[in-house]
Protein backbone atom coordinates (compact mmCIF):
# COMPACT_ATOMS: atom_id res chain seq x y z
CA UNK A 1 0.00 0.00 0.00
CA UNK A 2 1.22 3.20 -1.36
CA UNK A 3 0.91 6.63 0.88
CA UNK A 4 0.10 9.97 -0.84
CA UNK A 5 3.03 11.63 -2.07
CA UNK A 6 3.44 14.32 1.40
CA UNK A 7 3.44 11.54 3.48
CA UNK A 8 6.53 9.15 1.27
CA UNK A 9 8.51 12.69 0.68
CA UNK A 10 8.68 12.89 4.99
CA UNK A 11 9.42 9.20 4.74
CA UNK A 12 11.73 9.48 2.13
CA UNK A 13 13.74 12.99 3.82
CA UNK A 14 13.84 11.30 7.48
CA UNK A 15 14.86 8.01 5.45
CA UNK A 16 18.14 9.32 2.92
CA UNK A 17 18.65 11.46 6.52
CA UNK A 18 19.26 8.67 8.83
CA UNK A 19 21.43 6.71 5.49
CA UNK A 20 24.00 9.53 5.64
CA UNK A 21 24.16 9.47 9.15
CA UNK A 22 24.62 5.72 9.38
CA UNK A 23 27.46 5.49 6.78
CA UNK A 24 30.47 7.20 6.61
CA UNK A 25 31.38 6.57 3.17
CA UNK A 26 29.20 5.31 0.27
CA UNK A 27 30.57 2.71 -2.02
CA UNK A 28 32.75 1.15 -3.47
CA UNK A 29 31.30 2.19 -6.81
CA UNK A 30 33.70 2.20 -9.73
CA UNK A 31 36.72 3.67 -10.40
CA UNK A 32 37.57 6.61 -13.01
CA UNK A 33 39.43 9.18 -13.13
CA UNK A 34 37.64 11.48 -16.22
CA UNK A 35 34.52 11.09 -17.98
CA UNK A 36 35.57 8.76 -20.04
CA UNK A 37 36.47 6.46 -17.61
CA UNK A 38 33.11 6.50 -15.77
CA UNK A 39 31.52 5.86 -19.18
CA UNK A 40 33.26 2.73 -19.73
CA UNK A 41 33.17 1.42 -16.03
CA UNK A 42 29.11 2.02 -15.91
CA UNK A 43 28.41 0.21 -18.69
CA UNK A 44 31.36 -2.53 -17.46
CA UNK A 45 29.08 -2.96 -14.28
CA UNK A 46 25.64 -3.96 -15.47
CA UNK A 47 25.39 -7.29 -14.78
CA UNK A 48 28.82 -7.63 -12.69
CA UNK A 49 30.11 -5.74 -9.14
CA UNK A 50 31.69 -2.48 -9.25
CA UNK A 51 35.04 -4.46 -7.17
CA UNK A 52 35.28 -6.79 -10.41
CA UNK A 53 35.02 -4.02 -13.01
CA UNK A 54 37.84 -2.08 -10.85
CA UNK A 55 39.79 -4.81 -11.07
CA UNK A 56 39.63 -5.10 -14.84
CA UNK A 57 39.93 -1.28 -15.52
CA UNK A 58 42.74 -0.57 -13.83
CA UNK A 59 44.71 -2.47 -15.91
CA UNK A 60 42.31 -1.59 -19.19
CA UNK A 61 42.78 2.08 -18.64
CA UNK A 62 46.42 1.93 -18.76
CA UNK A 63 45.55 0.92 -22.29
CA UNK A 64 42.21 2.86 -23.63
CA UNK A 65 43.17 6.26 -22.86
CA UNK A 66 40.45 8.13 -25.73
CA UNK A 67 37.52 7.51 -27.36
CA UNK A 68 39.38 6.46 -30.35
CA UNK A 69 41.40 3.90 -28.70
CA UNK A 70 37.58 1.61 -27.95
CA UNK A 71 36.93 2.74 -31.79
CA UNK A 72 40.08 0.99 -32.96
CA UNK A 73 40.02 -1.74 -30.17
CA UNK A 74 40.11 -5.27 -31.53
CA UNK A 75 36.61 -7.03 -30.48
CA UNK A 76 38.52 -10.57 -29.52
CA UNK A 77 41.00 -8.79 -27.57
CA UNK A 78 38.89 -6.50 -25.84
CA UNK A 79 36.28 -9.38 -25.72
CA UNK A 80 39.33 -11.04 -23.41
CA UNK A 81 40.36 -8.19 -21.51
CA UNK A 82 36.53 -7.45 -20.02
CA UNK A 83 35.45 -11.45 -20.21
CA UNK A 84 35.28 -11.44 -16.51
CA UNK A 85 32.70 -8.71 -16.31
CA UNK A 86 30.14 -11.59 -17.84
CA UNK A 87 28.54 -10.62 -21.25
CA UNK A 88 31.90 -9.60 -22.48
CA UNK A 89 30.81 -10.09 -26.47
CA UNK A 90 28.55 -7.54 -25.77
CA UNK A 91 29.97 -5.43 -23.55
CA UNK A 92 33.18 -5.18 -26.23
CA UNK A 93 31.00 -4.61 -28.96
CA UNK A 94 29.59 -1.48 -27.21
CA UNK A 95 32.66 -0.11 -26.19
CA UNK A 96 33.38 -0.11 -29.47
CA UNK A 97 30.44 1.42 -31.15
CA UNK A 98 30.69 3.92 -28.10
CA UNK A 99 34.20 5.09 -29.13
CA UNK A 100 33.11 5.33 -33.03
CA UNK A 101 30.11 7.87 -31.97
CA UNK A 102 32.21 9.50 -29.73
CA UNK A 103 34.62 10.51 -32.34
CA UNK A 104 32.25 10.61 -35.31
CA UNK A 105 29.62 13.05 -33.12
CA UNK A 106 31.42 14.16 -30.40
CA UNK A 107 34.75 15.13 -31.24
CA UNK A 108 36.28 12.47 -28.63
CA UNK A 109 34.53 14.08 -25.60
CA UNK A 110 31.62 12.26 -23.45
CA UNK A 111 29.05 14.43 -24.49
CA UNK A 112 27.28 16.34 -21.41
CA UNK A 113 24.08 15.90 -22.05
CA UNK A 114 21.19 13.16 -21.88
CA UNK A 115 20.28 13.15 -25.26
CA UNK A 116 23.88 13.20 -26.53
CA UNK A 117 24.81 10.07 -24.35
CA UNK A 118 21.69 8.10 -24.47
CA UNK A 119 22.72 8.06 -28.57
CA UNK A 120 25.95 5.59 -27.32
CA UNK A 121 25.47 2.31 -27.53
CA UNK A 122 24.93 0.47 -24.50
CA UNK A 123 24.08 3.26 -22.34
CA UNK A 124 20.86 3.59 -20.50
CA UNK A 125 19.02 6.47 -18.92
CA UNK A 126 20.34 4.82 -15.28
CA UNK A 127 24.22 4.89 -16.79
CA UNK A 128 23.44 8.34 -18.15
CA UNK A 129 22.07 10.03 -14.91
CA UNK A 130 24.88 8.79 -13.39
CA UNK A 131 27.41 9.89 -15.60
CA UNK A 132 25.98 13.35 -16.06
CA UNK A 133 25.36 13.45 -11.74
CA UNK A 134 29.07 12.54 -11.20
CA UNK A 135 31.09 13.86 -13.82
CA UNK A 136 29.83 16.89 -14.70
CA UNK A 137 27.41 17.73 -11.65
CA UNK A 138 23.93 17.71 -13.37
CA UNK A 139 21.51 15.82 -11.52
CA UNK A 140 19.10 15.21 -15.03
CA UNK A 141 17.25 12.05 -13.27
CA UNK A 142 17.30 9.50 -10.36
CA UNK A 143 18.99 6.82 -11.02
CA UNK A 144 17.62 3.32 -10.76
CA UNK A 145 19.23 0.42 -10.51
CA UNK A 146 18.73 -3.09 -9.05
CA UNK A 147 19.88 -1.89 -5.42
CA UNK A 148 17.10 0.84 -5.67
CA UNK A 149 14.38 -1.31 -7.19
CA UNK A 150 14.37 -3.41 -4.38
CA UNK A 151 14.43 -1.00 -2.00
CA UNK A 152 12.02 1.62 -2.63
CA UNK A 153 9.24 -0.62 -2.75
CA UNK A 154 9.55 -2.33 0.85
CA UNK A 155 9.94 1.06 1.92
CA UNK A 156 6.41 1.84 0.26
CA UNK A 157 8.08 5.07 -1.80
CA UNK A 158 7.16 3.03 -5.06
CA UNK A 159 5.42 0.55 -7.02
CA UNK A 160 6.29 1.14 -10.52
CA UNK A 161 6.80 -2.27 -12.52
CA UNK A 162 9.82 -0.43 -14.76
CA UNK A 163 13.04 0.91 -13.38
CA UNK A 164 12.36 3.66 -15.77
CA UNK A 165 8.52 4.58 -14.02
CA UNK A 166 10.01 3.97 -11.07
CA UNK A 167 12.97 6.73 -11.96
CA UNK A 168 10.21 9.29 -12.22
CA UNK A 169 8.47 8.26 -9.40
CA UNK A 170 11.46 8.62 -7.14
CA UNK A 171 11.98 11.88 -8.77
CA UNK A 172 9.32 13.34 -7.08
CA UNK A 173 10.04 12.68 -3.80
CA UNK A 174 13.12 14.63 -3.24
CA UNK A 175 15.32 17.80 -4.19
CA UNK A 176 17.23 17.19 -7.11
CA UNK A 177 20.21 17.82 -5.18
CA UNK A 178 19.74 14.47 -3.54
CA UNK A 179 19.40 12.67 -6.73
CA UNK A 180 22.98 11.00 -6.49
CA UNK A 181 22.85 10.37 -2.86
CA UNK A 182 19.64 8.54 -2.94
CA UNK A 183 21.09 6.06 -5.56
CA UNK A 184 24.49 6.08 -3.79
CA UNK A 185 22.71 5.78 -0.18
CA UNK A 186 20.01 2.91 -1.35
CA UNK A 187 22.91 1.23 -3.05
CA UNK A 188 25.01 1.29 0.18
CA UNK A 189 22.14 0.35 2.44
CA UNK A 190 21.18 -2.49 -0.08
CA UNK A 191 24.29 -4.39 0.29
CA UNK A 192 25.13 -4.02 3.86
CA UNK A 193 21.79 -4.78 5.21
CA UNK A 194 18.28 -4.80 2.55
CA UNK A 195 19.43 -7.43 0.91
CA UNK A 196 17.49 -9.40 -1.77
CA UNK A 197 16.66 -12.48 0.93
CA UNK A 198 16.57 -11.97 4.80
CA UNK A 199 17.25 -8.05 4.80
CA UNK A 200 18.37 -7.77 8.11
CA UNK A 201 15.63 -5.47 9.37
CA UNK A 202 17.14 -6.18 13.15
CA UNK A 203 20.06 -3.78 12.06
CA UNK A 204 18.67 -1.56 10.36
CA UNK A 205 18.03 2.59 11.00
CA UNK A 206 14.82 2.74 8.82
CA UNK A 207 13.35 -0.27 10.62
CA UNK A 208 10.79 2.13 12.29
CA UNK A 209 9.62 4.01 9.58
CA UNK A 210 9.91 0.91 6.87
CA UNK A 211 6.47 -0.80 5.93
CA UNK A 212 8.46 -3.96 5.26
CA UNK A 213 10.05 -4.23 8.72
CA UNK A 214 10.36 -8.04 9.36
CA UNK A 215 8.14 -9.24 6.46
CA UNK A 216 10.63 -10.29 3.78
CA UNK A 217 12.10 -13.76 3.67
S1 LIG B 1 13.49 -2.56 7.80
FE1 LIG B 1 14.10 -4.39 6.67
S2 LIG B 1 13.04 -4.27 4.71
FE2 LIG B 1 12.97 -2.22 5.63
S3 LIG B 1 14.76 -1.14 4.76
FE3 LIG B 1 15.38 -2.06 6.71
S4 LIG B 1 16.27 -4.04 6.17
FE4 LIG B 1 15.05 -3.33 4.41
Redesign the pocket.
Known amino acids: MIADVETRKMNAKEALRRLRKAYKVTGPFVEWSNPLELVVGTALSAQCTDERVNRVTRELFKKYKTARDYAEADQATLEKEIYSTGFYRNKAKNLRGMGRVLVEEFGGEVPETLEGLLKLPGISNKTAYIVLAKAFGKMEGLAVDTHVFR ?1 AP ?2 GWSSAKTPEKMSRELAELFPREDYLDVNEYLIT ?1 GRA ?2 SPRN ?3 GE ?1 V ?2 DI ?1 P ?2 GM ?1 R
Open positions: LRLHICPKCCLACSFI
